[in-house]
Structures are given as C-alpha cells and as structure tokens.
C-alpha cells in the first residue's frame, strides 16, 4: 500500500495520523524527547492541512515514514504468547510491553506511543485507556469524527463488545483516494491500554494476521521492587 508515497510525491499529505494523520502537511517535530537522544516525537497538527482536507480521524498514521528503530529490550519472563522468529520486544514503551517484527519504527505523539512499519505502513498506536464504559467511548468517537467529516466516505464494520473491553472497526477513504480501514480495541471497564491498527483496506486480510500476534503479546510492565 503506497498512499503515503503518493501523497509524498504530490503533495506530503493524507492518512491517519501520529499526531493525528489523515492531512496534508506533517506538522511533526523529531527532535528528541529531553532525557533521550534516540526517540522520535512527533505533535499533534494543530491546524487543518488544507482547504477541503479533514483532519485525521485516529492518532498514529501519517503520510511519510517516521520514527526511529525500536530499541530491541529483553523479553518478559513470563510471556503471554510466543511470538514468531524475527520478532522484538521493544524497550522504553512507557508501562506497556508487547511485541513487534524487527525493523518497525517508533515515534511519540502525546500520550500515544506509534510504531510503523517502514515496508508495508502498517501502523500500531498503544496509548492509555483511563477507563469507562469502552461500548460508549467508541459509540461517542464514532459520533464525533464521522459529524466533524474525518472519515469521508465511512463505512462502519463493525462496533461492538469484544470480551470484556470493545471494538470498532471502520473503512473511509483517504484523501487523494485510498481506501483505508482502522481497528480500536479498548480494554474493560478498569484502565489499561487501547490499541489502534491502521493499514490499507487492501492489506487488511494479511495485517489482521500479524495484528492478532500484537495483540496477544500486549501487557502491562510490572514495576520493579527494590530491595529493602
């Protein structure tokens, strides 16, 4: 799927977005985070990218590829799948761990941790659930971005209770044209971690598959105890 590499050649736009992606101009700031010399961050767009182009609908999708190489951290001693060969856990993901293919990117955009693979622009957003009824959340956000015209052409899959958090699954399309589908899932009703998966609609069969692993690696890092 090569929208972003489109929209880089006319115009450095479109797509959902690490500060929110769906745009025309990156409005993305990759100087490092004080105290790291190696993390990317991008800010949110503050501005509409330009006239007749909604903004993004979803946190972590953006027309160029961006980040930095997840830093490869050590494995957690008890985890929760086993994931395929080749595949990472990344270090300094801010109270979550989870697992990714190598060669993924990172960025920061607020409170959202993105990662992106630089082939396929598959992009992966974890950033904190504060908790509440996640049926209502998506029901409210689905409201709000498809009012505000974010997600021109939606197409809803499917909204719905998945185990005890919720799902939303969508399709809209891009500006300049492609079609693009996303997937938010939320935990229960306690905090935890909401995870966004973002790819082309044309890539999804093969994404969902490499979606599921993600998935079930996700977990929240214990903090260490120290002696005494």
Do not use: N
């Not at 957690?76 to 761990?97: I, L, S």
């Amino acid at each position: 799927h090569r929208w972003g590499l489109v929209l880089g050649a006319v115009l450095l736009a479109v797509v959902t977005g690490v500060g929110t992606a769906l745009a025309i101009t990156s409005g993305r700031d990759e100087t490092p985070q004080a105290g790291s010399s190696t993390e990317a961050v991008a800010r949110p767009w503050d501005r509409p990218p330009g006239p007749g182009v909604p903004p993004p609908p979803f946190p972590c999708v953006r027309p160029d590829v961006a980040g930095t190489p997840v830093r490869k951290g050590p494995p957690p001693d008890d985890p929760p799948v086993t994931v395929p060969t080749g595949w990472v856990w990344p270090a300094d993901t801010g109270g979550f761990r989870i697992a990714l293919p190598a060669g993924w990117l990172q960025l920061r955009s607020g409170d959202t941790t993105c990662f992106q693979d630089p082939e396929t622009r598959r992009i992966l957003g974890v950033e904190p659930y504060p908790g509440g009824d996640p049926v209502g959340r998506l029901k409210s956000s689905e409201r709000d971005l498809t009012s505000a015209g974010r997600l021109p052409h939606y197409q809803k899959v499917r909204l719905e209770s998945d185990g005890p958090g919720a799902a939303w699954e969508c399709r809209w399309t891009a500006p300049y044209g492609e079609r693009m589908r996303a997937l938010r899932v939320l935990p229960g009703e306690r905090a935890g971690w909401t995870l966004g998966w973002t790819t082309s609609d044309a890539d999804w069969p093969a994404a969902s598959k490499q979606f599921a692993v993600i998935r079930a690696s996700l977990g929240t890092v214990r903090p260490t105890r120290t002696a005494g």
